[in-house]
T-cell receptor, first 113, second 114 residues
Framework: DARVTQTPRHKVTEMGQEVTMRCQPILGHNTVFWYRQTMMQGLELLAYFRNRAPLDDSGMPKDRFSAEMPDATLATLKIQPSEPRDSAVYFC???????????FGPGTRLTVL | GDSVTQMEGPVTLSEEACLTINCTYTATGYPSLFWYVQYPGEGLQLLLKATKADDKGSNKGFEATYRKETTSFHLEKGSVQVSDSAVYFCALSETNFGNEKLTFGTGTRLTIIP
């Protein structure tokens, strides 16, 4: 059963610390999305990649957030330094060019104290 | 820019009641329209979709019809179950080429009571 996996599932950290979230897309999928979900803002697209190249990262605060795909099986989202307002659930989703459906991972719940 | 407006929640219904969650959209082109569902503690999953005007998407007893004249894609179910309790998101994708950006509505939390 192919699934998107995300690690860690939960992360509690202190303000100013670096946070790295990882995502393993479904094998063979060539498009990867990062979303952030909060009660106030709902679901926001942070960035997305196709064939490991960033296509759009306009939703991401550039001064502290960075997203990469070191290889086709791993996507990372890094926050440095973290702030309390970054507390949210971060979702990764993957898909395949030519198909509409995005497959979401279970999310990483981040709490920044 | 593109936008999706969803019915405000939360919505609470009794089991076997009829459900309608309203969704309207604004888009410059001819978007594909989607309903995603998020069960507690999980990521979103596709519930149904429609890619052109007058298409009807359906799955698990849920239906939605792409209405271009009213720019709407309302989600309906004739008889809800406790297991339908979840958050429902309406979304659109501006291109029809697949896996471009999705614009989501704010989500509607649905609770079904026995």
């Amino acid at each position: 059963d192919a699934r998107v996996t995300q690690t860690p599932r939960h992360k509690v950290t202190e303000m100013g610390q670096e946070v790295t979230m990882r995502c393993q897309p479904i094998l063979g999928h060539n498009t990867v999305f990062w979303y952030r979900q909060t009660m106030m803002q709902g679901l926001e697209l942070l960035a997305y990649f196709r064939n490991r190249a960033p296509l759009d990262d306009s939703g991401m605060p550039k001064d502290r957030f960075s997203a990469e795909m070191p290889d086709a099986t791993l996507a990372t989202l890094k926050i440095q330094p973290s702030e309390p307002r970054d507390s949210a659930v971060y979702f990764c989703a993957s898909g395949l060019s030519g198909w509409d459906e995005q497959f979401f991972g279970p999310g990483t719940r981040l709490t920044v104290l | 820019g593109d936008s999706v407006t969803q019915m405000e929640g939360p919505v609470t219904l009794s089991e076997e009641a009829c459900l309608t969650i309203n969704c309207t959209y604004t888009a410059t082109g001819y978007p594909s329209l989607f309903w995603y569902v998020q069960y507690p503690g999980e990521g979103l999953q596709l519930l149904l979709k429609a890619t052109k005007a007058d298409d009807k998407g359906s799955n698990k007893g849920f239906e939605a019809t792409y209405r271009k004249e009213t720019t709407s894609f309302h989600l309906e179910k004739g008889s809800v179950q406790v297991s339908d309790s979840a958050v429902y998101f309406c979304a659109l994708s501006e291109t029809n080429f697949g896996n471009e950006k999705l614009t989501f509505g704010t989500g509607t939390r649905l609770t079904i009571i026995p």
